[in-house]
């Protein structure tokens, strides 16, 4: 699988985060997450990204890079922020380290497949693949894509975290 676009996000909360245009909240994602049907995990992502644009597009800057660390390792919280933040005049935008955090939030889904939590290498890590299709244009087109969440356990806050995800376009 060649990756278009290499996506990244993560929780770490230690208390619910609610969205802000719905009366639901998210936790932390537990190894009891990957437990969950298909379609509550997938809205529980999606509230996270819902959030995480919330951080991101705030006008105020009430919300600093700290923040982003509820969700996400310091590193790529660290890649969100400079993204969002950086000067385009002191360098230049390259889309190939572009990051998306709202892929969920705009595609329907069309099949969701979870790896329940086991060891490689040493790190306990689940997987969810998601396929999602955009919303169809004036002549009934969509695209589609391949989405892989990773998740890694993390020591510090006993929370499985997201490391990365890969979205590939497929048609």
Not at 105 to 128: C, K, R
Not at 134 to 158: K, L, P, V
Request: charged letters at 25%; proline letters at 5%; glycine letters at 4%.
């Amino acid at each position: 699988m060649k990756p278009l676009m290499l996506v990244a996000m993560g929780i770490t909360a230690s208390t619910p985060i609610a969205a802000d245009d719905t009366n639901e909240e998210t936790t932390p994602f537990t190894a009891d997450t990957f437990e969950m049907q298909p379609e509550e995990l997938v809205e529980e992502l999606s509230l996270v990204q819902e959030h995480t644009m919330d951080i991101l597009m705030t006008d105020d800057y009430a919300f600093p890079r700290w923040e982003l660390e509820n969700f996400y390792t310091p590193e790529l919280s660290a890649t969100l922020h400079h993204q969002w933040n950086e000067d385009a005049y002191i360098q230049p935008f390259r889309w190939e380290d572009y990051t998306i955090v709202d892929q969920l939030v705009h595609n329907d889904v069309e099949e969701v497949t979870v790896t329940t939590p086991h060891w490689v290498d040493g790190e306990q890590v689940a997987t969810v693949d998601i396929t999602t299709s955009s919303i169809e244009d004036g002549a009934g087109n969509r695209a589609y894509f391949d989405e892989t969440y990773e998740f890694i356990y993390d020591q510090t806050t006993g929370n499985f975290l997201i490391t990365g995800i890969v979205i590939e376009q497929t048609w």
